[in-house]
T-cell receptor, first 111, second 112 residues
Framework: DTGVSQDPRHKITKRGQNVTFRCDPI?????LYWYRQTLGQGPEFLTY????????KSRLLSDRFSAERPKGSFSTLEIQRTEQGDSAMYLC?????????FGPGTRLTVL | AQRVTQPEKLLSVFKGAPVELKCNYS??????LFWYVQYSRQRLQLLLR??SRESIKGFTADLNKGETSFHLKKPFAQEEDSAMYYC??????????????FGKGTHLIIQP
């Protein structure tokens, strides 16, 4: 499968725990994006990378959230001290030009 | 700040009837507009973008800068068109996209 992949697909955690998600983009794509989607809403932009440089961060990305793309390939999104409000689908996308290709998402449930 | 509004949360039409999904945006710069679709149990995928001006699966959308709208239309709905449809906007740069601003989505149901 040459599409965007995300791991894990589902994560259940207790409030206060840290979680980390991984995204593997399409191999030749230089841009990688993270979005969050809650029930009944469209995806909300969190941050994006061009190669290994993080170019933009949304105000939604509190200081408990950090994203990395160390070698310009895969990316990780870490949430520290999770809260119930962090429960959502976390989507990753990659692009070479303007079309963004989305992964299947990681569904996070914080108990 | 940029914003995308999809006024209909749910739209139900009969097979063979025309479909129009509304999208309005607010943005002061030069936007690039997209329609993304998510079929049941599938990932989000691009349906069309205003720059390419193409018709995909019978759908078309015209950017109206005067009305700041990008409505999605299809003359004859088919049952396989049932899905969630999201309108999205980014700043047009030609070389690559910034993060997308999405609307809340319209759930389209095509009744047999």
């Amino acid at each position: 499968d040459t599409g965007v992949s995300q791991d894990p697909r589902h994560k259940i955690t207790k409030r206060g725990q840290n979680v980390t998600f991984r995204c593997d983009p399409i191999s030749e794509h230089n841009r990688l994006y993270w979005y969050r989607q809650t029930l009944g809403q469209g995806p909300e932009f969190l941050t994006y990378f061009q190669n290994e440089a993080q170019l933009e961060k949304s105000r939604l990305l509190s200081d408990r959230f950090s994203a990395e793309r160390p070698k310009g390939s895969f990316s990780t999104l870490e949430i520290q001290r999770t809260e119930q409000g962090d429960s959502a689908m976390y989507l990753c996308a990659s692009s070479l030009r303007s079309e963004q290709f989305f992964g299947p998402g990681t569904r996070l449930t914080v108990l | 700040a940029q914003r995308v509004t999809q006024p209909e949360k749910l739209l139900s039409v009969f097979k063979g009837a025309p479909v129009e999904l509304k999208c309005n945006y607010s943005y002061s710069g030069s936007p690039e507009l997209f329609w993304y679709v998510q079929y049941s149990r599938q990932r989000l995928q691009l349906l069309l973008r205003h720059i390419s001006r193409e018709s995909i699966k019978g759908f078309t959308a015209d950017l109206n800068k005067g009305e700041t709208s990008f409505h999605l239309k299809k003359p004859f709905a088919q049952e396989e068109d049932s899905a969630m449809y999201y309108c999205a906007l980014s700043e047009y740069s030609g070389g690559g996209a910034d993060g997308l601003t999405f609307g809340k989505g319209t759930h389209l149901i095509i009744q047999p």
